[in-house]
């Protein structure tokens, strides 16, 4: 009788056991991730189809390898085999953390991210993320160390979009060039952003076109230059900046030298806010390019710059394009830039200036070491032009006339020089800096390699391929001389080089003679 009982209390002891653990795996199987377990019975099919193919490259899961005994038989062993690969843990590149967070979101991945983020060079112009998809791509990019140069440009991103970036950047160091045109990313967004920039200075490039600022946001970039001094490039054209604006930025470089180009154009900076940047730039040493065009001087600010142009002496290139010059500072100028020496280019184009006014502007231009004046947009007459072709075989200088009635030069040109020339001609300002700096030994030539390297660091996007053909179609074998190249000149030089740089067919000698 006892045995009988015992036996039916071990029978219920088991059952209720077995109940247990069916609960235990159900509760399990509910709260696994589905994700994860659909992955394990992908890399266990996979594991299986490659072990039955018999290819000794695949790897067992949970670390087991068969190991044959010394009857022929296998055995398992929980071993690891420190010959075999072992299995990188990190994603580099963001692509598994972007497609979970996708998942989570119950969102469709961006396939233009996807293809992209083991390039150097990301670029998602025009794309239409908005905040949601921007927060999904930021959260993805913290550990990826590939991308140096971000575009997010014209994608309507937000002030949250704005935040996720700024939170980005505190864990991805890699990131060096971030453009944010057109994204109205508001106060707030910029708040967050100079504030991360303030602390962890790894961005040199930074383009916030196109976003509406205005001069608080402009005083809060003026907080974040007085203490980054990483930061190389600003380019903040087509906001709302006023005088307020300018004096900040103003003053925020008086004590910063590290910054090399500034960009402020399209903003409604007047005449005090024009004084002070043009008292900065008269003691700022850092600066190589600046862009004023489309805000105005007026007199007060146009004198300011006149000085500036005298003492300045790092100063490369000047844009003041449609800055309402008065022509009653036209005499000091020339004489500023008589005076000036590192001055190569200088955009005066689309002004109220009069033919006198110019007159008076190359009459103090006794001496001179610009490489390009830009008088774009001001009509000349017949006689002036003339003059100024005169001027332009004494000085070594081009001028770029007028196009509104004016005289212009005409030159033929072949379809690659064409494409090099268009380049060259609107991205000026930042392959001037490039070209000099690679010219350490001051010879006035770089080599092809270098000015290869000038053209992709000024954003002529081409594969190295695609350039090497295109330099090749020139058949260049010889030093590249850049001041003639930087004056628009490029036809008669390369002309000049195809000459020198290969005998002359039989049948060229023939025509020649």
Same mark, same amino acid.
């Given at each position: ?9 071990? %029978? ?9 653990? /069916?609960? =235990? ?14 992955? #394990? ?45 072992? &299995? ?19 969102? !469709?991945?961006? @396939? ?25 791509? %930021?959260?993805?990019?913290? @550990?990826?160390?590939?991308? /140096? ?10 002030? =949250? ?8 950047? %505190? ?19 910029? %708040? ?26 402009? #005083? ?42 500034? $960009? ?5 900076? !007047?005449?005090?806010? @024009? ?22 001087? =007026? ?57 006198? $006014? ?31 072709? #005169?001027? #332009?075989?004494? &000085?070594?200088?081009? +001028? ?17 020089? *064409?494409?090099?020339? /268009? ?24 080599? +092809? ?10 954003? *002529? ?22 001041? /003639? +190249? ?20 039989? &049948?060229?000698?023939?025509? @020649?003679?």
């Amino acid at each position: 009788m006892p045995d009988s009982t015992a036996e039916s209390f071990l %029978t219920e002891l088991k059952e209720d056991e077995g109940e247990q653990i /069916e609960a =235990d795996a159900g509760q399990f199987i509910q709260t696994a991730n589905p994700e994860e377990m659909q992955i #394990e019975r992908n890399l266990s099919v996979l594991y299986e189809d490659l072990e039955r193919e018999g290819n000794d490259t695949a790897f067992p899961t949970n670390n087991h390898r068969r190991i044959p005994s010394e009857t022929g038989s296998e055995y398992d062993t929980d071993l690891e085999d420190s010959s075999s690969p072992t &299995r990188v843990e990190y994603d580099s590149s963001g692509i598994e953390n972007y497609l979970k967070i996708c998942g989570e979101m119950n969102m !469709r991945p961006v @396939s233009h991210f996807m293809r992209q983020t083991k390039n150097p060079s990301l670029s998602l112009r025009y794309q239409s993320l908005g905040c949601k998809k921007t927060v999904a791509i %930021t959260q993805a990019l913290t @550990s990826n160390t590939f991308v /140096e140069c971000l575009d997010l440009s014209d994608n309507d991103i937000g002030c =949250d979009g704005m935040v996720s970036i700024a939170h980005m950047l %505190t864990e991805n160091y890699f990131i060096t060039e971030l453009n944010l045109e057109d994204n109205k990313i508001g106060l707030r967004g910029v %708040t967050n952003l100079c504030h991360v920039l303030s602390e962890h200075s790894y961005v040199k490039h930074l383009n916030l076109s196109g976003n509406g600022l205005k001069d608080p946001v402009a #005083e809060i970039l003026g907080e974040m230059l007085k203490v980054n001094y990483t930061l190389t490039s600003l380019i903040v054209k087509q906001n709302q900046f006023s005088c307020v604006g300018g004096k900040a930025i103003a003053g925020a470089l008086l004590s910063n030298d590290s910054l090399t180009e500034l $960009d402020v154009s399209w903003n409604l900076i !007047r005449s005090r806010g @024009s004084e002070a940047l043009g008292k900065m730039l008269a003691t700022n040493s850092g600066l190589i390019s600046f862009n004023m065009s489309f805000n105005g001087l =007026d007199k007060l600010g146009a004198g300011a710059f006149v000085k500036a142009i005298k003492t300045n002496t790092v100063l490369v290139n000047l844009d003041l394009i449609n800055t309402r010059i008065p022509g009653s500072e036209c005499k000091e100028l020339g004489k500023a830039l008589a005076t000036n020496t590192t001055l190569k280019i200088i955009k005066l184009g689309n002004n109220p200036l009069k033919e006198e $006014d110019i007159e008076l502007l190359f009459h103090g231009l006794t001496t001179t070491s610009l490489y390009i004046i830009g008088l774009e947009d001001i009509p000349v007459s017949k006689g002036l032009y003339e003059r100024l072709q #005169e001027f #332009e075989k004494e &000085r070594g200088v081009v +001028i770029h006339y007028g196009k509104s009635g004016g005289n212009q030069r005409a030159r033929p040109m072949t379809s690659s020089t *064409l494409r090099l020339d /268009e380049f060259i001609t609107t991205n000026l300002s930042k392959l001037a800096p490039l070209v000099l700096a690679k010219d350490k030994d001051k010879t006035g030539q770089l080599t +092809i390699s270098e000015f290869k390297e000038c053209l992709q660091e000024a954003g *002529l996007r081409l594969r190295q391929n695609e350039l090497n053909r295109l330099v090749d179609k020139l058949n260049l074998t010889d030093h590249v001389p850049h001041k /003639e +190249i930087l004056m628009g000149k490029i036809p008669s030089v390369l002309e000049r080089m195809r000459n020198t740089a290969r005998p002359r067919s039989q &049948r060229e000698k023939r025509d @020649s003679e």
